[in-house]
């Protein structure tokens, strides 16, 4: 056995040595489409986190006419509160609002200058277990009784962050639905372009084939010089894919972190190394894959 895996590693390399121009274009396709998966992955990963984060910020501002009895507001507090998909709740006074508006605007002196009085109303902030249930919850407020005693204008004064959300998940729907797209044609010219070299070297070796079927070589044993070259090339692909995404992931991720600061950019070490074990065994695939096509159509065993 261990002299027929050195014979087929040989004669892998030595067909990979003598079709390079079509190993090169197997390979650079195959780099390109699991560079491709691993920016994928990455954004993913990276847009999951960040919608996280936006979900828990999502909450509904009820703002409150000055002169909202203050035993009507206490009462709708307790009833939001009351309700399963609120998470917390919690009451903004006018003198809160101006403090964080002053807090907000601290860095300029100048916008704090227009500041006359207090012209904010007091509110209501409003955080619910589900970022789903944000329209439900909205809803409920818009039907309790007396709230127009607190509440000027019920579309104007009561705010939710539903709308950025649902056009963030829009957004990743399509980014996703397009990634998923252009890795199907790039992982189907990865197989052509195998298979055809593959089919380069059966028929650059067809002779030497028929002289081995004529004294009595199996199948595998015809095959797996073949397939060692398949594997070969998904594998040098995925190693191109993971030096690029390692390239990338220390220079763009500083430079997104310090853009977005207030957004979590981070792909932790322990995921990098998932991600490389994920496209170095998606590299192996399409190579056993490209070469099983081109034995299966073009070998005659």
Same mark, same amino acid.
């Given at each position: 056995?261990?002299?027929?895996? *050195?014979?087929y590693s040989?004669?892998?390399?030595?067909s990979?040595?003598?079709?390079w121009?079509? !190993?090169?274009a197997?390979i !650079?396709?195959?780099?390109? &489409?699991?560079? +491709?998966?691993g920016v !994928?992955t990455? =954004?993913?990963?990276? $847009?999951?986190d960040?919608?996280?984060s936006v979900? !828990?910020?999502?909450?509904? %501002?009820?703002?409150?006419k000055?002169?909202a009895?203050?035993a009507?507001?206490? *009462?709708l /507090?307790?009833?939001?509160?009351?309700?399963?998909e609120v998470?917390?709740?919690?009451?903004?006074?006018k /003198?809160?609002?101006?403090?964080?508006?002053?807090?907000?605007l601290?860095?300029?002196?100048?916008?704090?200058? /227009?500041?006359?009085?207090?012209? @904010?109303?007091a509110?209501?902030?409003i955080?619910?277990?589900?970022?789903?249930?944000v329209?439900?919850v909205?809803?409920?407020?818009?039907k309790?009784q007396n709230?127009?005693?607190?509440?000027?204008?019920? %579309?104007?004064d009561?705010?939710? =962050?539903?709308?950025v959300?649902?056009?963030?998940?829009?957004i990743r /729907?399509?980014?996703?639905?397009?990634?998923? $797209?252009?890795?199907?044609? +790039?992982g189907f010219? &990865?197989?052509?372009?195998?298979?055809?070299?593959?089919?380069?070297?059966i028929?650059?070796?067809?002779?030497?084939?028929?002289i081995?079927?004529?004294v009595?070589? &199996?199948?595998w044993?015809i095959?797996?010089?073949?397939m060692?070259?398949g594997i @070969?090339?998904?594998?040098?692909g995925?190693?191109?894919?993971?030096?690029?995404?390692?390239?990338?992931?220390s220079?763009v991720?500083?430079?997104l972190?310090?853009?977005?600061?207030? @957004?979590?950019?981070?792909?932790t070490q322990t995921?990098?190394?998932?991600?490389?074990?994920?496209l170095?065994?998606? =590299?192996?695939? *399409?190579?056993?894959?490209?070469?099983?096509?081109?034995?299966?159509?073009?070998?005659?065993?």
């Amino acid at each position: 056995m261990r002299i027929n895996l *050195v014979y087929y590693s040989r004669e892998a390399l030595d067909s990979f040595r003598k079709n390079w121009v079509m !190993s090169l274009a197997a390979i !650079s396709t195959i780099a390109i &489409s699991l560079f +491709l998966l691993g920016v !994928s992955t990455i =954004g993913a990963s990276v $847009v999951n986190d960040m919608m996280r984060s936006v979900e !828990s910020k999502v909450k509904i %501002d009820v703002f409150l006419k000055d002169t909202a009895p203050p035993a009507d507001i206490k *009462v709708l /507090q307790d009833a939001i509160i009351g309700w399963s998909e609120v998470r917390e709740l919690h009451y903004v006074s006018k /003198q809160e609002a101006l403090d964080r508006l002053k807090e907000d605007l601290k860095d300029d002196p100048e916008m704090l200058k /227009q500041i006359t009085g207090n012209p @904010l109303p007091a509110s209501l902030e409003i955080w619910v277990k589900d970022p789903r249930h944000v329209s439900v919850v909205v809803t409920r407020i818009k039907k309790e009784q007396n709230l127009s005693t607190l509440v000027a204008d019920t %579309d104007k004064d009561i705010k939710s =962050g539903k709308d950025v959300l649902d056009k963030l998940i829009a957004i990743r /729907q399509i980014m996703n639905a397009s990634i998923i $797209v252009m890795l199907g044609l +790039l992982g189907f010219a &990865s197989l052509v372009l195998i298979a055809n070299t593959i089919r380069l070297a059966i028929f650059a070796r067809r002779k030497e084939i028929a002289i081995m079927r004529l004294v009595g070589a &199996s199948n595998w044993f015809i095959r797996w010089p073949f397939m060692l070259e398949g594997i @070969l090339q998904g594998l040098i692909g995925a190693a191109l894919a993971v030096t690029l995404l390692a390239v990338g992931r220390s220079v763009v991720f500083p430079q997104l972190k310090e853009v977005l600061r207030f @957004l979590p950019i981070a792909f932790t070490q322990t995921a990098f190394i998932r991600l490389v074990a994920v496209l170095a065994a998606a =590299g192996t695939i *399409v190579g056993l894959a490209g070469s099983g096509v081109a034995l299966r159509r073009f070998l005659k065993v």
